[in-house]
């Protein structure tokens, strides 16, 4: 899909999304929720947090309940010391989270490592989950971020890395650029924005921990893939994407039944960032039993 010019929004314009606060295996866990409508959650991917849907929230409420998640261990959410961040333990947390939060079943969206979790929910309790959306999802048929992922996880590295916070927003920014297809399109005030929960101590570890067992919970998302192939998905993808190969929506696509691929041309690992009206409006139509154009 080719990436149309982007609406002028202001993320700092009021609208209606709350801040709230549950106590989640003894810690502190933040969300916003916005809306009225069919609840969907939103997962963000690895060293994001629930500011990465600033520009989605707005649209979806229209037709949502979204809740947007910061987990534990990342964004303004606590950081318990020697917290379980495997794949499936994840898993388990927003499943426990739709509990607190009085939700059955949900639709579900979940972006690059989030994305990966949001299949192992759907795994774990596929009576719950009713549609998936994936945005550039971690999965097994991607090489891309292996290798880095086991550099970054080793005994000799992770120490050298997680020294490194003081400095992260000069990595990060760095890295930000990476994952834009086109740098130009990166709006004022998004590196603070990722870069604000980095001041917390303890930003780093859970990121850390979750790379080193990579590979074993790439191998476990695999082995459940067929609990979920009933479930209408969609994936979205930019096909610029330098940390989740888009060559892997097709092999993965194969694993559902009804299944969508959507692919925007010269945008990189952050569509709902860089093509946020195209973005928008395709969850939107995926979501709803009319088109919303």
């Known amino acids: 899909m080719k990436n149309t010019p982007q609406p002028e929004i202001d993320v700092h314009e009021p609208y209606s999304i709350q801040d709230h606060w549950i106590t989640l295996d003894g810690a502190r866990m933040r969300y916003l929720r916005d809306g009225y409508g069919p609840p969907l959650v939103l997962l963000h991917g690895l060293l994001g947090y629930s500011f990465s849907w600033r520009y989605a929230i707005p649209f979806l409420a229209q037709q949502a309940t979204v809740h947007a998640v910061d987990m534990l261990g990342m964004g303004f959410s606590d950081r318990p010391p020697g917290l379980d961040v495997r794949q499936k333990a994840c898993a388990e947390r927003v499943l426990r989270f739709l509990d607190a939060v009085g939700l059955e079943s949900c639709d579900l969206l979940g972006t690059s490592h989030g994305g990966a979790v949001a299949m192992m929910v759907a795994a774990m309790a596929p009576e719950r989950i009713h549609r998936l959306i994936l945005v550039a999802p971690v999965n097994p048929w991607s090489a891309n971020g292996s290798t880095l992922a086991a550099i970054v996880g080793s005994p000799a590295v992770a120490p050298v890395f997680l020294g490194m916070a003081p400095h992260m927003k000069i990595l990060h920014g760095y890295l930000l650029r990476c994952l834009f297809g086109d740098p130009a399109r990166i709006r004022p005030g998004t590196l603070e924005g990722y870069t604000a929960p980095l001041a917390i101590p303890g930003a780093l570890e859970s990121g850390v921990r979750i790379v080193k067992t990579w590979k074993e919970d790439l191998q476990e998302l695999k082995a459940v893939l067929p609990r979920i192939a009933h479930i209408p998905t969609l994936l979205v993808w930019g096909n610029v994407d330098i940390a989740v190969d888009p ?39 995926f979501l709803a039993p009319i088109p919303v154009r």
């Open 247 to 285: 060559k892997s929506a097709g092999p993965l696509s194969r694993n559902f039944r009804d299944c969508r691929v959507v692919m925007f041309e010269g945008v990189g690992h952050l569509p709902y960032e860089e093509a946020i009206e195209d973005f928008n409006y395709t969850v939107a139509e």
